[in-house]
């Protein structure tokens, strides 16, 4: 099977930074956009970033020239640097990747969550 595992979380005072992890394992015959989402207390889940295959990135506007999402192929990672993190940034925030296994159709798959808390 497969499995996402996110890392990175924390507490951070307003305007401080965190770098968020997500590794995918398991029985991965090629992945396709990964992507990073967040829920907050009491909202939906929102997407927040993505990145495609080639490379290709997208943000969510409120982040946008905040967060920078990034992945390394051979370690089948993806990371999202967080900067100038506000308050209203607090959320979990999940990993999810689209994943073919044993070179079948893509899959989708979430990682556990990650508790990002912005607060002085």
């Known amino acids: 099977q497969v499995q996402l595992v996110e890392s990175g979380g924390g507490l951070v005072q307003p305007g401080g930074s965190l770098r968020l992890s997500c590794t995918v394992s398991?029985?991965?015959?090629?992945?396709?956009?990964m992507a990073w989402y967040r829920q907050a207390p009491g909202k939906e889940r929102e997407l927040v970033a993505t990145i495609s295959t080639g490379g290709s990135r997208t943000y969510e506007d409120s982040v946008k020239g905040r967060f920078t999402i990034s992945k390394d192929n051979a370690k089948n990672t993806a990371f999202l640097q967080m900067s100038s993190l506000k308050p209203e940034d607090t959320a979990v925030y999940y990993c999810?990747?689209?994943?073919?296994?044993?070179?079948?159709?893509?899959?989708?798959?979430w990682g556990q969550g990650t508790q990002v808390t912005v607060s002085s």
């Open positions: 999810n990747a689209l994943v073919s296994i044993y070179g079948g159709g893509y899959s989708n798959y």
């Open positions: 398991g029985s991965i015959f090629s992945i396709d956009t």
